[in-house]
Nanobody, 111 residues
Framework: QVQLVESGGGLVQPGGSLRLSCAASGIAFSVNAMGWYRQAPGKQRELVALIQVLGNTDYPDSVKGRFTVSRDNARNTVYLQMNSLKPEDTAVYYC?????WGQGTQVTVSS
């Protein structure tokens, strides 16, 4: 069975940072593309980071320069480093590895 376990979400002040982690099991980690989506209540789901098998990454303009996706193949873990957080970054964040989705972790940016 494939299991993706997310962690690292929480409450942070504007301008702060968080690092999300997604630990995978039961999957050939290194041969899958992976990334992170977010969804805020009443808003469309948005891809915020993509990392391909060969390591190339893509970000939408809304997070470019602030978010960084990386992976550790030895630990079967993908990360999302989020810096300079803004209130509009508040959402549930989901990691995706291949066709598999994590359970989501809440990120709230507020004073």
């Amino acid at each position: 069975q494939v299991q993706l376990v997310e962690s690292g979400g929480g409450l942070v002040q504007p301008g702060g940072s968080l690092r999300l982690s997604c630990a995978a099991s039961g999957i050939a980690f290194s041969v899958n593309a992976m990334g992170w989506y977010r969804q805020a209540p009443g808003k469309q789901r948005e891809l915020v980071a993509l990392i391909q098998v060969l390591g190339n990454t893509d970000y939408p303009d809304s997070v470019k320069g602030r978010f960084t996706v990386s992976r550790d193949n030895a630990r079967n873990t993908v990360y999302l480093q989020m810096n300079s957080l803004k209130p509009e970054d508040t959402a549930v964040y989901y990691c995706v590895i291949g066709r598999h989705w994590g359970q989501g972790t809440q990120v709230t940016v507020s004073s």
